[in-house]
């Protein structure tokens, strides 16, 4: 009678302890998948976001353009003899002009050109060039190794470099930004220091609800890459990020 309620107690015991595991393993598998479909759900997102940025900086810049260097051309056709109209005809030129160099800022913003016409590292060296005319900010961009970048990644790369750049500008307080692109042994590396104030890492990734962060995680994350972030209070901040280069 003893052996029999102490069979019955061990299977009962082990019958409950798989059922734990089994739910254990089911919970597991459930956040692995959540995790999946949510990160498949972002790049969609972001792929979107890619293709939309495109089709609008083509769509300025092919027709938005041309139509009003048309109508400027139309506008300064127009003889007028009385002086006030040819100041009005000529302000509205002046005007013009500033909407169509306003579209040319909006349309790069969106696409660079040059990161389509001559890859990576000419687009960065542009970005560099526009960042540092308005920012007291010196920033240094090194290259090594060979870089032939394949165009999916390049858009990736670039808005990584983008980002990490416009936060150091609007969080770091730091006076000198350095870039460096290499390929190494399979992979892309990228390295990026400022000496800034720093920041604690553990504790801005947790409170963090913007998307800047997140950004650089995802995007990394669809390079199928490593993101490292090193940084404290007072100690500037160190970005590495490392992709397969195939």
Known sequence: MDDKIFYTTVFISLLIAVIIIFFVVSIILYHRRYIQLQRERIVA?????????KRIA??????????LSTIKLNINSIQVHDEHDKMVIARSGTYIDEVIRGLRQISHNLLPATLERKGLTDAIHEFIRQVSAKAQLDIRFHTSGQISIPAEKEIH???????ITHNTLKHAKATQLQIVLSRENGFFLVLVKEDGI???VRKVKAESTGLGMKSLAI?????HGHL???????QGTNYFIKIPAG
């Open 219 to 223: 995007r990394t994350d669809i390079l």
């Open 45 to 53: 997102e972001i792929t979107i976001l890619e293709n939309e940025r």
């Open 198 to 200: 720093g920041f604690d």
């Open 157 to 163: 790369l670039f808005r990584i470099i983008q980002e």
């Open 228 to 234: 490292s972030i090193e940084s404290a209070p007072g």
């Open 58 to 67: 083509a769509d300025l810049h092919d027709s938005m353009g041309p139509l």
